[in-house]
């Protein structure tokens, strides 16, 4: 089955600066990678997603790349605020087969004034 | 309805007890999924239905696990015999699927305290 690796496990940034949050998937017939965020107390909720016909997708202040020959993919988040403060999840599917997303195992933002 | 709606929110329950968790999705949404997240943790998946499709059982931990999902809709997640390992917190989503749409909007879940 799908494997997806997550790094870094926590990441601290000033506010202003860049944020890079790095996955890497095994199945090469993966073709759906969403990006969760995850408040403290709060449900996960999708903030982006890019699928395999894509090379980057681009939402105000964050975007993704994916490279698929070395199946990996990135969240880049600009000009951060505290707000952007939280648990962050890279997941991939192959929807050919199943909608069921393999979720990484996470990490957690935190943006220091 | 607006959401994923899932109850109860909280549930404390006695080791060895069982317990149900019920799911109600996104009116219209074919696929609905069950995770669990423990403290601090990423996000396990347990079991997953698809229209009419057999579910995917794969994430079960074990034999005390079951869900079923009726008519399509509501589903509930039952676990028997519950261990003190079993505490977590219960996520349900569900997802469109039809024209593409597979992104997952999740239930704000049950929290099980086994005790």
């Known amino acids: 089955g799908e494997n997806v690796e997550q790094h870094p496990s926590t990441l601290s940034v000033q506010e202003g600066d860049s944020a890079v949050i790095k996955c890497t998937y095994s199945d090469s017939a993966s073709n759906y990678f969403p990006w969760y965020k995850q408040e403290l107390g709060k449900r996960p909720q999708l903030i982006i997603d890019i699928r395999s016909n894509v090379g980057e997708k681009k939402d105000q202040r964050i975007a993704v790349t994916l490279n698929k020959t070395a199946k990996h993919f990135s969240l880049h988040i600009t000009e951060t605020q505290p707000e952007d403060s939280a648990v962050y999840f890279c997941a991939a599917s192959n929807t050919g087969t199943a909608s069921k997303l393999t979720f990484g195992t996470g990490t957690r933002l935190q943006v220091t004034l | 309805g607006a959401g994923v709606s899932q109850s109860p929110s909280n549930k404390v329950t006695e080791k060895g007890k069982d317990v149900e968790l019920r799911c109600d999705p996104i009116s219209g949404h074919t696929a609905l999924y069950w995770y669990r997240q423990s403290l601090g943790q990423g996000l396990e998946f347990l079991i997953y239905f698809q229209g009419n499709s057999a579910p995917d059982k794969s994430g079960l931990p074990s034999d005390r696990f079951s869900a079923e999902r009726t008519g399509g809709s509501v589903s509930t997640l039952t676990i028997q015999r519950t261990q003190q390992e079993d505490s977590a917190v219960y996520l349900c989503?569900?997802?469109?699927?039809?024209?593409?749409?597979?992104?997952?909007?999740f239930g704000s879940g049950t929290r099980l305290t086994v005790v």
């Open positions: 989503a569900s997802s469109l699927v039809a024209r593409g749409d597979y992104g997952y909007t």
